[in-house]
């Protein structure tokens, strides 16, 4: 099938008008209209159906549409994949995943330093961990950097994980704090202070911290992601736990604090063992740099 076919009909179907889809396509009206019965033709299936305000797919358009977006997007890449390699890059576009904390942070400081070396077309998905882990196993990403808290990281004979450091925990205060500019604090002292969380993983290593301290946590309030945490430390409703890797990238209006014995997560990169990208080990190494600019802060305060 022509492929300038099923694009008509996937501007047809987001536009909802035969007119507006020619004039974007820069078509007659009718040239539209004939694209989209050829195609009801070789499919043997009505695609769309006309309604008082324009046309809305049927069922089976639908789902046409859905697949035709997928072959489209793909061959689009396959183009630019050419492309590449004609004006003297990789060839291959890189794509990596991270958790949320370490996209904000040492993945795109690592990307840039890789970026200085050699021409190479990247993108960059944030997700949790298992979610990116999946994702490297299944070939959809050349490289995913995850951390292992809890409920921790699965072997799979598919991915190789190498790990990157041990990345200590912080505690976020608001400013004008009374525990703000102290040095490190023992989460004794922070006994009775409310929390907030946005992740299990992050809720279990406060728990475990506390509970060695024989103190408890009041995690009483929960945000939908970090932003969203650092803006209730903001405002003075809560303190929080964060990774050390992001204390010199917080808002201006906290401050990070680091802990006595402090909780710690593993940092890992992930690759498939087959097949893997010509610029995974140069952005590994790259990685390395980032995390050890960023980590090992010992006794000193950030903020």
């Known amino acids: 099938m022509d492929l300038t076919v099923w694009r008509t009909f996937v501007s047809v179907c987001r536009l909802g008008s035969l007119s507006a889809a020619a004039d974007e396509l820069h078509h007659t009206q009718s040239a539209v209209s004939r694209q989209i019965a050829g195609l009801e033709q070789r499919l043997g299936v009505v695609l769309v159906e006309r309604h008082a305000r324009g046309v809305r797919p049927t069922a ?18 396959a183009v630019r994949a050419v492309r590449d390699v004609r004006d003297g890059g990789s060839g291959r576009p890189l794509a990596v995943g991270a958790t949320p904390s370490l996209a904000a942070g040492i993945v795109p400081e690592a990307i840039g330093g890789l970026l200085e070396s050699r021409a190479v077309r990247w993108s960059l998905l944030p997700g949790p961990s298992a979610q990116l882990h999946d994702r490297v196993a299944s070939g959809d990403l050349d490289v995913a950097v995850v951390t292992d ?11 190789e994980r190498r790990l990157l450091g041990l990345d200590e925990m912080v505690v976020v205060l608001p400013l004008g704090h009374r525990l703000a500019g102290r040095g490190r604090v023992d989460v004794r002292a922070l ?14 290593l406060l728990r475990q ?33 964060v990774p050390g890797v992001l204390a010199r990238a917080l808002r201006a209006d906290v401050v990070a604090v680091a802990l006595v014995d402090p909780p710690t997560r593993g940092i890992h990169v992930l690759t498939p063992c087959r097949d893997p990208h010509p610029c995974a080990g140069v952005l ?18 950030w903020g």
């Open 149 to 159: 808290a809890p409920p921790g990281l699965v072997r799979d004979v598919r991915v």
């Open 209 to 241: 911290h506390a509970d060695r301290a024989g103190v408890g946590a009041r995690i009483d309030l929960a945000a939908a992601d970090l932003p969203g945490k650092l803006a209730l430390v903001a405002t003075g409703h809560a303190i929080a736990l």
């Open 191 to 204: 006994a009775g202070e409310v929390w907030a969380e946005d992740n299990e993983g992050s809720a279990v």
């Open 284 to 301: 590994f190494d790259r990685l390395v740099e980032a995390f050890r600019g960023r980590a090992g802060a010992g006794g000193r305060e």
């Open 60 to 77: 089976a358009g639908e789902v046409f549409c859905r697949h035709a977006l997928v072959v489209l997007d793909e061959a689009d890449r």
